[in-house]
């Protein structure tokens, strides 16, 4: 157990971090690839015409997926951010930051998908829907953690000051998941709920979960590969990075 340990507190320095991230990261862009090819086929040439909404409905295989990830990334990046905070650990802080472009992205395209799925059901391109306005705060979050990184000079404090953003902001996340309960509101009830109920079709089900499993893989790839860059940038003067063949080539 305690090797164990040793093993993972030695990838915790960007110095050992950074080609184990190397490695990883053609692999997850491989399973993004080939999950997200099989989730697109399913979605459009195998899973059932929903009765109700007919064709117009197979934009949930993406919208839904894209959804969970927009909440995930940031739960996971405020984990990081107290890591961080607690233990003074500048990987974890870099972890932060690389995975903030792409949990915006998924929340962008959670209300793009979205917005093209009420049209033609609500009537209406947007509405001030307590789901639809708490994902929007949740995409103003992110961006607000990127600027927030970049308007202050200060790497330490940037880091400090993007954790307390990050951790005030979690309590979004299950104003979102609840929004359907708590408030009377058009956007329709989860089809698949933390307590294992699902009122889907199985193909529906699967489709859906192997579109958020590609898009879980692709998180992980470009974070990896993102991280390396923030590595790169922000240790350019310790030895290490002198002495890696990308940079001395």
Known sequence: MSSRLVNWFHFSSPATFYPLAGRLVPIFAVIAVILIAVGLYLSFFVAPTDYKQGEGYRIIFVHVPAAWMSMFIYLVMAFWAALGLIFNTRLSMMMAQALAPTGALFTFLALWT???????????????????????????????????????DDTRRADRAGAILLLVGVVNIPIIYFSVKWWNTLHQGASVSLRGDVSMATTMLVTMLIMALGFWAYSIAVALKRVRCIILERERDAGWVGKLPEIRA
Request: glycine letters at 12%; proline letters at 3%.
């Open 114 to 152: 979205g917005a093209f799925w009420g049209k033609p059901m609500w009537g209406a391109w947007w509405v001030w829907d307590a789901r639809l306005t708490s994902e929007l705060i949740l995409f103003f979050l992110y961006m607000g953690y990127i600027a927030l990184q970049g308007a202050i």
